[in-house]
Each structure stands twice: as structure tokens, then as C-alpha cells.
């Protein structure tokens, strides 16, 4: 039920946290009036009202004590005295010693992966770790596996991006120097291949260009990943952090998953550090409903900016003027054409030629680096496009592009997102 009751102030005792789960229809306005306070890691300026979208869940923190103004409607605000803060506090130290270490010694720094089922806040972890690093002045990569809910960009993409400063509350992780491989679904379970090997991809792209110096790599890396933690996803978890070799496995509140990625981990490499985290009491379970509008959300943002800022362009261009692939699926190979008793399957990386038709109606397709479609699953993605109309008599799409002027390729992917706004 939303509640607007004015201008309300809550006042927090140290390590005390006000949980806000703003209404679903209208903004909230919040500004810290006295003391200090952080959002996910990020500090909160003094006096100085900042505004949040509907339907945005957070939590303010404060180490010392600090008092909170809200205006306008929320659904939920508490205040806890109960939080995980300290054990996250002191992952951060860890790493922290960690990338001292590596800094004088040349060396790369931490790699950690937060891993748990969904809704464990592991995306809000993976925020305080990075935020907390750049207030120390670090440049930490985010690398972001999570498919369906990921930070950096549309969903249906695996990507990383260096963190220079802490995290906006509201604005998020800034997608600008962002390194971008194109899923293309929002599930894993379509092409389960397809995803190990754009993880493989995004691996090998990061390690082959080199920090430029030893801060900068021994900032190490912070690496979200799904909430799919059984079966397939529990393998494509352990597959993520051998790819991305990480050494620090932090597994939010699930006794089940750390004893499996333990054992499973420690028998290949012992020196990988599996630690059991809590999950924080304030983590908003959301249901299919809200997850599908956060997706939605994440393309709009992409075309019309967090506050419906930017101007995106519509172009009409003949079919001609592009190519567009799917990865993954096509025709079998014959029967004939495989050794004696190998079954035939769709190979799970083969580059598909797509041809124009109202089925690419509506569809969110990626704009790719590659020079030839046989490159295409090794490279990443310089943007998205929205498709708007596919006329067939004319052979003639209309597209929606972020940008004026022609685009970078015309080797396009496409997946099954598809967005209808
Ligand atoms: N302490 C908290 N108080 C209030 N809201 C919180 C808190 N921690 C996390 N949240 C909110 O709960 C929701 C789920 O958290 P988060 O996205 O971090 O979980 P997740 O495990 O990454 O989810 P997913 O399953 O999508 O990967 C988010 O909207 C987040 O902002």
C-alpha cells in the first residue's frame, strides 16, 4: 500500500539502515539532513535532494548515525538495526589488502565473483565493493554476467566496464567505455553454449588488452552473476568463475551452494577463497511481473536516457543496406555428414543468416564490431537498434538508432529480444 504522508525525517542510530521501496506510480525525494550516509556504497551529499524513480527499492546506510528526509510516496520505509554491513565491510578490506599487494608487487589484483540465488542482493554487493574501491581511488572492473538483470546495459548481454568513481544511487553503472557481447535472450537455458563461449570471449577480450599501470591492475575485477544456481546454471556459475579465474568466490546466504562451489573449487585450485556471506533482511524479493518491467526499463534507458533525457533517431533503409545473424541454432548437419553414431545437433555458436520479415517486427538488435559474420561471436558490440516497421513490399526497415547519422556496421545480430514500448 503507498503511503504519502509529507515531509517525513527518520532518524538513524549508527549502522542502521532505512529500506525504501518507492510507489509503483509516482517519485520520492530524499535528502540527508545531518550526519553521513551512503546508497550501495556511494555517499550521500549533504542537503541536497535527490530525486528517486518509482518503484526503485534501496537502502540508506549510515556507519555513524545521520537523519533522512523523504518526500513524497513509498510503499515500504523501515528503519533496520540489523544489517550484513560489517561482514561486507570486511570483504572490502580483504580485497583492499589484496590490491596493495598486487600494486607493489606488479601483479594483478583481486578477481571476485558474488554469486547466490536471485534476489540475494548480489548485484547491490557488487555495487558497495566497487563504489568502495573507487572512494579509495581505484578503477575496478565490473564485469556483469547476469543476463536477465544486469547493471551495465539491455538485457541479453555479458559485459564489463571500468568503475571510476562510486556508483550513482539512481543513475547506475555508466555504460560509455563499456565492453558489450550479444546474447541476445534473457534466459540462459536457449543457448546454453552460446553464453559459455561470449563469457570466453569477454574473458579473453579483457585479459589481452593490458593495464596501461600497476594501479590500474592490480584494481581487479568485481563479477556479477545470475541468480540460477541449480543444474545448468550452477554449472554455468563454476564455468564463469574458472573462465574469468577469480579468486575470491563470495556466496550470498546459500549454506548449499558455498559447500558445492567449496568442495567442487578447492579440488581444482585450493587457492580460490569461497566465502559464505549473509543476505541482507532488507533484499526485495521481486516477482516475474517486476522483473519483466525492469528489462523494459533497461531499453528504454538505453534509447531515452534515466530521465527521458536523450532524443533518439528514426532512419528508414533498405534491406539491402544491411545483414543480419543469429548465433546459434540453423539447419543440422546431415546425417551423412557426421562420423558413424554422432547424433546430429544445431551447432550452438554457428553464425545464421536472418532475412528481413515482420518477425523482426519490434525486435532489439545489436549492432556488431565484426568486419565479417564469421566474426561476429567474437566481437563485441558497438550499440542497439530498435526495429519499428518492416515493409515487404517496399524491402524497406525502419529502425530507431541512439545516435543521428549512419550506423558504425551493417552486420547486425539478432536474438529473441524484442521490446514494444
Ligand atoms: N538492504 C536493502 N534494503 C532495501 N532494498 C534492497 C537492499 N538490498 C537490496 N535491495 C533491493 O532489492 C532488490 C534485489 O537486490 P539485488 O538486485 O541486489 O539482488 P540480486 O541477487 O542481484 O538479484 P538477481 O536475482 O536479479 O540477480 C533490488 O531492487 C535492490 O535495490
Same mark, same amino acid.
Given at each position: 500500500m503507498a503511503v504519502k504522508m509529507g515531509t517525513q525525517k527518520f532518524v538513524l542510530q549508527r549502522e542502521n539502515e532505512l529500506r525504501v521501496e518507492v510507489g509503483m506510480n509516482s517519485a520520492l525525494h530524499l535528502q540527508l539532513v545531518d550526519g553521513t550516509a551512503e546508497i550501495f556504497g556511494s555517499e550521500l551529499p549533504p542537503m541536497f535532494w535527490m530525486t528517486f524513480p518509482a518503484g526503485h527499492k534501496f537502502a540508506v546506510f549510515t556507519w555513524n548515525g545521520c537523519t533522512i528526509e523523504v518526500d513524497g510516496v513509498f510503499d515500504v520505509a523501515y528503519v533496520a538495526d540489523e544489517t550484513p554491513m560489517v561482514s561486507y565491510a570486511n570483504v572490502h578490506s580483504v580485497l583492499e589488502q589484496r590490491r596493495r599487494r598486487a600494486k607493489d608487487g606488479f601483479a594483478a589484483g583481486p578477481r571476485c565473483v558474488v554469486g547466490g540465488p536471485t534476489d540475494h542482493g548480489k548485484s547491490s554487493l557488487a555495487r558497495m565493493l566497487l563504489s568502495w574501491a573507487a572512494r579509495e581511488g581505484w578503477r575496478p572492473t565490473f564485469t556483469d554476467l547476469d543476463i536477465g538483470q544486469g547493471s551495465i546495459t539491455i538485457p541479453g548481454t555479458v559485459s564489463a566496464t571500468p568503475v571510476e568513481m562510486p556508483i550513482h544511487p539512481v543513475e547506475g553503472v555508466p555504460s560509455n567505455q563499456a565492453l558489450v557481447y550479444f546474447y541476445g535472450h534473457t534466459t540462459p537455458s536457449v543457448n546454453v553454449n552460446l553464453y559459455k563461449a561470449l563469457v570466453q570471449e569477454l574473458t579473453r577480450k579483457l585479459d589481452s588488452e593490458?593495464?596501461?599501470n600497476p594501479d590500474l591492475q592490480a584494481a581487479g575485477m568485481v563479477i556479477n552473476t545470475m541468480?540460477?544456481? /541449480?543444474?545448468v546454471g550452477y554449472e554455468l556459475l563454476l564455468h564463469a568463475i574458472e573462465t574469468l579465474r577469480a579468486d575470491t568466490v563470495l556466496v550470498l546466504g546459500q549454506e548449499k551452494l558455498h559447500t558445492m562451489l567449496q568442495t567442487a573449487l578447492n579440488a581444482r585450485n585450493p587457492a580460490v577463497e569461497v566465502v559464505k556471506l549473509h543476505k541482507s533482511g532488507g533484499v526485495v524479493t521481486r516477482n516475474r511481473d517486476y522483473r519483466q518491467h525492469t528489462r523494459v526499463q533497461k531499453i528504454n534507458e538505453y534509447f531515452y536516457g534515466i530521465s527521458q533525457e536523450l532524443f533518439p533517431h528514426c532512419f528508414v533503409a533498405n534491406f539491402s543496406d544491411f545483414q543480419v545473424f543469429r548465433l546459434g541454432g540453423g539447419p543440422q548437419a546431415p546425417l551423412s555428414a557426421l562420423p558413424i553414431g554422432a547424433k546430429p545437433v544445431a551447432d550452438p555458436t554457428r553464425v545464421v543468416p536472418v532475412r528481413f520479415s515482420k518477425e523482426l517486427l519490434h525486435a532489439v538488435l545489436s549492432v556488431s564490431f565484426?568486419?565479417?559474420? /564469421?566474426?561476429l561471436l567474437k566481437s563485441n558490440v558497438a550499440g542497439f537498434i530498435h526495429i519499428q516497421d518492416v515493409d515487404m513490399e517496399r524491402q524497406k526497415v525502419t529502425y530507431m538508432a541512439p545516435c543521428p547519422g549512419p550506423l558504425p556496421n551493417q552486420l547486425l545480430l539478432a536474438g529473441s529480444l524484442v521490446w514494444n514500448p
Open positions: 593490458p593495464a596501461s541468480g540460477w544456481v /541449480e543444474g565484426a568486419k565479417v559474420p /564469421e566474426d
